[in-house]
């Protein structure tokens, strides 16, 4: 073991030095309030020296140190903290990389090599080679700090030249570590109806896993995000957090291991189940993107940070505008026609909302997708319902002045379609065992580039055929099930991962042809909910429940790490206890939308939702393109409130909701945010019934922004689903 520990030492001094001093070598990846700085140690391995608040002074990143272990020959050997962690090292924790080389060895130990740094849009990118000096491998760790933003996104790419393939076990996106008195996670649980529902525990010596191993309908049961309290709990207004996301549309898993002296590295990466990836020489392995920001100022500040993020450089059309609209599936679920539509694009345009969203049903001939048992890859209009096709429905929107929307679900096959019938190979499904369903569908194998080229081709020829299409709502119902790919045979450690990449070849195709169309990303609601998939996507869908009650939780999760032009929220008759006018004012602070009949509505209400979509394009300035933040949190009291101020703090909006008050609780002002504390802000109430007069006591009276954000408003009450929306005007 000495002897072993020497030659290792040893040999990484030559790799690292190459002849040249390579001790003390730095690198500094900062933002305007965050240093990560890394230093290569004297063994030529790379280290994690600081991640915190930025450093003031250049010359104290040389006084930086991390743990190290006297080994019994006198060499001092770091232990953890090595930025690139390989399996087989002295760390005896969780390693970043495992790989068996294909003389069957299972380590690897990466060294230094080289490090550049060059200007890329809105911040800096740092590349770092990494080498292992006995394996012709190759890491390359990529950091992009946007420095306003206050924003790190890294990822990295393995490869390597041995003469057979080797065997990835473990492929982090980044590996990253805090030595902090204690740590408290904060997760996103979800499940169909129920997204972005947040619990915290303490981190405890040992791991605590976040996965999932859904394939397809990836985030069905955990959110790839997480924010850590370091030394307290997180809170929204104060302390530090460590807030990450990791963009992958497919299996993931967040590792926090907390190890024998109390510090915690936080291993961000595609989950390896069922995944040992072969690699062959000369094949790139690119991990995913992990997205953090480090704030000090509680959680509201990062997701701050991250909303600011998203619509600058991640979000596809982040700083374009968002349509309203009008969806038909909770009003007709499958059963519509030609006329039926067309009524509905006349109503879509007397709410005033911008576009008529047609949903599941229109396509299938031989099986008409009539129910959710057929139908699902014969993408030809059903000429039984639609007999004029998808051209006799655009002109129609036209006509009504709306635009034209349409739902899809392209990866996806019934067993009883056309196209199962043509290609059962295309479907991920067992060769010899019973078929289990989910949604009475299969995951179509986009490890495949035939299905790759199919899918797109679904895409393009709507749109090519049908130039009215002006938005697509992309679904994607199903996890995969029976795990196996006819077309990967004996390589299906690759079927998970390769099957995501073929997915993204897709979606960029389609982002490259199209690159103004706006989609809609569902997934049963909220299971597709990454930064990858995003680059392809103007919005998600955050759930099916639209129950406004429940949607005040699922919106105020989610917001953590997306902003309110990426969550799409519809008034629907979920809940139909809560007046039109709450579940319009909880779907008016995301991306407003509408799924409901509107017939069922009384002629107040229909004025009332008129009114509103007026008044939410209105704010969109604030809502969609200004800052949000979260002032009451309905995990914490029986209410919930959250403001958002345009660029110019010349406008905010105020949304406050009153859930199940108890009776005669203590109700305490909201105190605003963002505000201008010098200038003079009339309030007024919105969003009120026809006929109606604000009753509230603060309506029509002007205020400092200092007021509004030291002693705030009275806004709740004390009866049950209630709402109030607040209208700032700087005078
Ligand atoms: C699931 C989606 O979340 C719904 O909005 C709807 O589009 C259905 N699929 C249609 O099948």
């Known amino acids: 073991m000495k002897n072993f520990m020497k030659v290792a030492v040893m040999s990484a001094f030559l790799v690292a030095t190459g002849g040249h001093a390579a001790e003390k070598k730095i690198i500094r990846i900062s ?21 915190g608040e930025k450093l003031r002074h250049e010359t104290d990143l040389a006084e930086l140190s991390w743990d190290v272990h006297a080994a019994s020959d006198g060499s001092v ?13 002295e760390d005896f924790f969780e390693p970043a990389v495992a790989i068996t080389h294909s003389d069957g060895n299972p380590s690897t130990w990466l060294y230094y090599v080289s490090s550049t740094q060059q200007p890329v849009e809105g911040g800096v990118q740092t590349d770092i080679v990494l080498r292992d000096d006995r394996y012709p491998v190759e890491v390359t760790l990529h950091y992009v700090a946007y420095a306003a933003e206050d ?20 492929y982090a996106s980044t590996m990253l570590y805090f030595n902090r008195q204690a740590y408290y996670l904060t997760e996103f649980s979800s499940d169909w109806a129920k997204e972005a529902q947040m619990s915290s525990q303490p981190l405890l010596p040992g791991k605590k896993i976040l996965d999932t191993k859904l394939g397809s309908r990836a985030a069905m049961h955990m959110h790839p995000f997480f924010i850590v309290g370091l030394d307290r709990p997180a809170e929204e ?30 291993i961000p990466a595609i989950n390896p189940y069922a995944s040992v990836y072969t690699l062959r020489p000369g094949e790139v392995f690119t991990t995913p993107e992990f997205i953090f920001t480090l704030s000090r100022q509680g959680a509201g500040q990062g997701s701050r940070n991250l909303q600011a993020w998203a619509r600058n450089y991640q979000l596809k059309e982040g700083k374009g505008d968002r349509m309203t609209l009008l969806n038909n599936w909770e009003n007709t679920y499958f059963d519509f026609d030609q006329a039926k539509l067309e009524a509905l694009m006349n109503e879509a345009q007397d709410l005033g909302v911008d576009m008529f969203l047609l949903d ?43 635009r034209f929307g349409i739902w899809i679900e392209p990866e996806m096959v019934n067993p009883k379609s056309e196209l199962f019938e043509n290609h059962p190979d295309w479907a991920i499904h067992y060769p010899n065992r019973y078929t289990y369903y989910y949604r009475n569908q299969l ?34 119902n199903s996890p995969i099930t029976n795990i196996y790919s006819p077309y990967l045979k004996d390589e299906q450690g690759r079927l998970y991962i390769d099957h995501v990449r073929g997915v993204y070849r897709v979606m960029k195709r389609v982002n490259a042809k ?47 790490f997306f902003p309110a032009k990426a969550m799409c929220a519809h008034v629907t008759s979920w809940n139909k206890e809560a007046s039109v006018k709450f579940r319009t004012d909880v779907a008016s602070m995301c991306k407003l939308g509408f799924d409901i009949g509107l017939k069922e ?63 005669q609780e203590k109700l305490m002002a909201v105190k605003l945010q963002g505000l201008d504390p010098d200038r003079m802000y009339r309030v007024e109430e919105i969003n009120l019934m026809p006929g109606a007069e604000s009753s509230w006591k603060a309506h029509g009276r002007v205020y400092s922004g200092d007021y509004l954000m030291k002693v705030g408003l009275d806004v709740f009450g004390f009866r049950s689903m209630q709402s109030r929306v607040i209208e700032l005007t700087a005078q």
């Open 360 to 402: 599941d049903g229109w396509f299938g001939n031989k099986h008409p997708r009539n129910n959710d048992r057929a139908g699902l890859g014969d993408w030809e209009v059903n000429r039984e319902k639609l007999p004029g096709g998808i051209r006799a429905l655009t002109g129609m929107a036209q006509k009504a002045g709306v």
């Open 601 to 663: 509505m009384t002629p107040d209400e229909l004025q009332y939702c008129r009114e509103a979509v007026v008044n939410w394009k209105r704010l969109k300035p604030a809502i969609l393109e200004g800052t949000q933040y979260r002032l009451v949190s309905p995990y914490d009291t029986h209410h919930m409130a959250v403001n958002y101020v345009d660029s110019a703090r010349q406008n905010a909006v105020l949304f406050a909701y009153d859930i199940y008050p108890r009776y």
């Open 151 to 170: 924003v790190i996104k890294t990822w990295s790419e393995i490869r390597h030249q041995e003469k057979e393939p080797i065997s990835l076990s473990a």
């Open 514 to 560: 199209y690159p103004d169309l706006p989609m809609m990303l569902c997934s049963g609601g909220g299971a597709r909910c990454d930064y990858e998939a995003l680059k392809y996507f103007t919005e998600f869908w955050c759930s099916d429940d639209t129950d406004p009650v429940e949607r005040l939780y699922i919106q105020w999760g989610f917001s953590h």
């Open 31 to 51: 933002t305007t309030q965050t240093d990560l700085v890394l230093q290569v140690a004297e063994n030529g391995r790379l280290y994690q020296s600081y991640l």
């Open 443 to 476: 995951v179509l194998d986009l490890s495949n580039p035939d299905v790759q080229d199919y899918v797109y081709g679904v895409v393009d020829r709507l749109l090519t055929e049908n130039p009215g299409i002006a938005y697509f709502k992309w679904d994607c």
């Open 237 to 266: 207004q104060q302390g530090e957090v460590l807030m990450g996301t990791l963009g992958w549309t497919g299996n993931f898993r967040f590792t926090f291991e907390v190890d024998n002296v109390g510090n915690l590295r936080v």
């Open 77 to 89: 050997v770091p232990r953890g903290w090595e930025v690139y962690s390989g399996s087989g090292n």
